[in-house]
């Protein structure tokens, strides 16, 4: 009898612990996709259920909290529906996507509430993992913690000729990390607040998954405020990275740990072919004793730049090990793609950006670059089309920063000046890279296509709160081999037909090679309900979302960048 | 246990500092009748109501999830306390030139496919909410007559939980049961959550 009760102990205790388990995972969300040609996406406040009793204030993207995954195609032409119902203005930026500075979702490219943004473009980048967030001057910090965002899969016929995992949500895996802190309403702390408490991967807090017996891949994004994660496995097992910020490396690096700073991403092969079915593991963050400068590497648990995650190794995805699917993938491709990188040599023009300002102190001025802050109506820097330029962000300030350009990948060409300092895991295209404290960074890039003297693209600290406070520049890149005389576009040059218009409105220029650069529709309030970038303009404007009334339209045209407004009636 | 009591420890610390931190109260401060449209095709304002001894203010609208929530609760409240002179008012004060689903025919079609039977009152120059310093849809408040005057005795949340009304700590009624038995409000003030209202300038 008592063997029995022993026995029958050890079994209740067994009980407590699977419940414990049971009740301490869940399932981690795997985000919707969207994929095609035209994308509608909605941005709104709502709310989630993310600890038990009072549900928590978010922002959802067609969604409660991180919005689709965008599966889009390289050669597509595609279209974005944006539309922003929210309380407040904002802006959607496609992170790493090369297009026009108009089409780009910068702090420039303000979308009121109410308003319908229709941004365009043929998708040019090669096969990667990029991602969509808000990118309103000040307000980033806001609109990235209540959960606005969404990550990009762009496909291209290189990448799908390698033997890769890429079955969506089975052996290729999205896994965004952030954390946050809560009040004791369950609301997120937002002011104040570099690191959260509390891990969130894909919204889902204590996230698990499980992972087929194979090679999987794992798509891994930070979008903390600032936090930095040294990501590796529980049982420190080898992974390979096969992807950086902008694509497949050449062929897969094996490491047992990848930094991941805030906007980077990285993909990842991970073999569980030799794991037992049933067994399980963690991807960990072993953010433990990283050198001072390192964010989330603070000691302190509590206060603006203190956490609960601070300085300890945390798990960020427990991993159950599943039955391998009908088509595993069960070897590691030893090369795959044949990346054609620039190099230091071939720049033609060197540019110094200096980390500057951030010490506390009676005048502090936040951190900035070269000792200015950014100012929406100044052009930080100008860039010839087609340049090959070689940039080098020095830190000789006091803590670690990211530094990220939109437009192009990068890459990274030396860390204090030496080419071997280089990681081979950081060896392919970027657009965020590390700048730890006491280190100059170098990369190259090609600003190809897309010149615009007038819409500057961003280059900027990726930690949110470094950024609002003005750590951020502005670039144009001009082409000088284009010459045009310059004459006033005005009412005369074009037409807006039918009038009244029911469900489609046309423009006919008498000139044939003007073009529409912009098309604001407003009502007669002056309301804004329809900003068109670039507008394509053959198959009309399509108004059958408007009501019966009178509008105006305002274009501005490519080439004289002057603006005219025209009348039209919807019936 | 230790460790258990430290948590408490803390935990209260905590609880009490943020009770501390928090400014700009309302509670105490007396607030102007209004005379605003109601989607029953009415008018109303407090005077309507000349043996009300308080009023539930609500601050909601039309398109916020969350507020969205609380439309079957707003029903209960207003019929349980009704009866006893204390009457539920909901004030859309979101700015309708910028938010066209916050129209006033937007308003009477969810008043009525949504059968309320609370006023649901139109501010459309954004006054009443200014006056009351509403914050977020929905942001509760209760009223009260004193003196001839009408006292903000409760600003805050409705209750603790918008989805799971059977698991929630209503604050908003606490305050008026403790108000109709002569009690003061026991917790006067909680914060509040939801979309935020922006105010034209
Ligand atoms: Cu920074």
């Known amino acids: 009898m008592r063997h029995f009760k022993v026995t029958s102990l050890i079994f209740i205790c067994l009980l407590l612990v699977a419940n414990i388990h049971a009740q301490t995972y869940q399932a981690l969300r795997i985000p919707d996709t969207l994929s095609g040609t035209t994308f509608n996406l909605v941005m709104k406040d709502t709310f989630k259920q993310i600890l038990t009793g009072q549900q928590t204030i978010t922002g959802g993207i067609n969604g409660d909290f991180w919005g689709p995954t965008l599966i889009v195609n390289k050669g597509d032409l595609i279209h974005m529906n944006v539309r922003n119902k929210m309380n407040d203005t904002t802006t959607l930026h496609w992170h790493g996507m090369h297009l026009p500075a108009v089409m780009d979702g910068g702090p420039h490219q303000t979308i009121p509430p109410g308003v319908l943004w229709q941004p365009f473009w043929t998708v040019t980048n090669n096969a990667s993992t990029l991602w969509y967030h808000p990118h309103l001057h000040e307000m980033t910090v806001e609109h990235l913690m209540k959960g606005l965002g969404g990550l990009i899969i762009v496909r291209d016929t290189d990448e799908a000729k390698l033997a890769l995992p890429r079955t969506y949500g089975v052996d290729d895996i999205p896994v965004i990390l952030t954390s946050r802190r809560y009040d004791a309403n369950n609301q997120f702390v937002v002011q104040n607040v570099s690191y959260g408490d509390y891990m969130l991967t894909n919204g889902t807090p204590n996230a698990a998954v499980s992972l087929p017996k194979q090679f999987v891949r794992l798509r891994i994004l930070n979008v903390e405020i600032e936090r930095g994660y040294d990501l590796g496995f529980s049982d420190n097992r080898t992974f390979y990275v096969i992807g950086n910020d902008g694509g497949l490396l050449n062929a897969p690096v094996p490491v047992t740990r990848v930094k991941l700073l805030v906007g980077e991403r990285v993909e990842i092969l991970v073999n569980l072919s030799n794991d037992a079915i049933g067994s399980s593991f963690d991807l960990k963050a072993y953010n433990s004793n990283q050198a001072f400068g390192f964010p989330g590497g603070e000691p302190n648990t509590s206060g603006q730049f203190g956490s609960l995650l601070n300085n300890i190794d945390f798990p960020v995805l427990h991993i159950n090990v599943a039955a391998s699917t009908a088509n595993p993938i069960t070897a590691l491709p030893s090369i795959l793609i044949n990346n054609t990188y620039w190099t230091a040599a071939n720049a033609t023009v060197t540019r110094n950006i200096a980390i500057t300002n951030g010490q506390p102190g009676p005048a502090s001025v936040p951190f900035n670059f070269d000792n200015v802050s950014f100012a929406i109506n100044t052009i930080n820097k100008t860039v010839q089309k087609d340049a090959i330029e070689k940039w080098t962000v020095t830190n000789n300030n006091v803590f670690g920063h990211t530094f990220h350009i939109h437009d192009v990948e990068f890459k990274i060409v030396a860390r204090n000046g030496n080419a071997s300092s280089v990681g081979a895991y950081e060896s392919g295209w970027k657009d965020v890279m590390y700048v730890p404290r006491n280190e100059n960074v170098s990369f190259v890039a090609r600003f190809t296509d897309y010149a615009d003297p007038i819409h500057p693209f961003m280059y900027h600290c990726h930690f949110s709160n470094h950024e609002d406070g003005g750590m951020m520049g502005q670039f144009v890149v001009v082409d000088t081999t284009q010459t045009g005389t310059q004459t006033v576009f005005n009412e005369n040059d074009f037409v807006v037909y039918p009038n009244p218009a029911s469900s489609r409105l046309f423009v006919k220029f008498n000139d044939i090679n003007t073009r529409a650069y912009y098309i604001r529709i407003t009502n007669i309030l002056g309301r804004t309900l329809m900003m068109l970038p670039q507008p394509e303009l053959s198959n009309g404007v399509d108004i059958s979302l408007l009501p019966a009334g009178t509008y105006f339209m305002q274009l501005t045209d490519l080439k004289t960048k002057s603006t005219v407004v025209k009348k039209f009636v919807v019936e | ?201």
């Open chain 2, 1 to 201: 246990m230790k460790p258990v009591r430290y948590f408490i420890l803390i935990f209260s610390l905590f609880a009490t500092l943020s009770f501390v931190a928090r400014k700009n109260t309302h509670i105490g401060r007396a607030v102007n009748d209004f005379q605003l449209r109601n989607t029953n095709g009415t008018s109303t304002s407090l005077a309507s109501y000349p043996n009300a001894k308080g009023f539930m203010i609500v601050f909601t609208c039309n398109h916020c999830p969350f507020a969205k929530l609380y439309t079957e609760r707003f029903n209960q409240l207003n019929e349980k306390y009704s009866k006893l002179n204390v009457p539920l008012l909901a004030i859309n004060s979101m700015d309708t030139f910028v938010y066209e689903e916050e129209t006033f025919k937007l308003m009477c079609d969810k008043a009525n496919s949504e059968q309320y039977l609370f006023p649901y009152l139109y501010d459309n120059m954004q006054t009443v909410g200014k006056d009351f310093h509403a914050e977020h849809t929905p942001h509760a408040f209760v009223i009260w007559k004193e003196a001839g005057k009408w006292i903000i005795r409760y600003s805050g949340a409705i209750d603790d939980n918008g989805e799971h009304p059977e698991l929630a700590k209503p604050m908003m009624a606490n305050a008026v049961d403790d108000l109709l038995a002569n009690r003061l409000v026991q917790v006067p003030e909680t914060a509040s959550f939801g979309c935020a209202i922006f105010y034209r300038k």
